[in-house]
């Protein structure tokens, strides 16, 4: 399964990549916005979205990347490891 994730803290992303790679998923994380980030999104099996910790131009880009190739969405307020591991619990097992 792959997962990107949106937002969430900079010295946090290596820990989300290892969070992730323990439940056999392969994951990206943007905690900023590239440039073209559409495309970098990819066509993921599941986006996150922190929405604490993200900008509004990111949720609506990836709002519109999903809508598109019908991607599951979960939108969390907390950007922290118990967050994301409860949302991989029960997408990911």
Known sequence: MSVVLVGGNDRMAGRYKEICKSYNCKSKVFTQMPSDFENKLGTPDLMVVFT????????????????????????VHSASVTALKSILDRYCK
């Open 52 to 75: 604490n910790t993200c900008s509004h131009k990111m949720v609506n880009r990836v709002n519109q990347k999903s809508a598109k190739h019908d991607i599951p969405v979960v939108r």
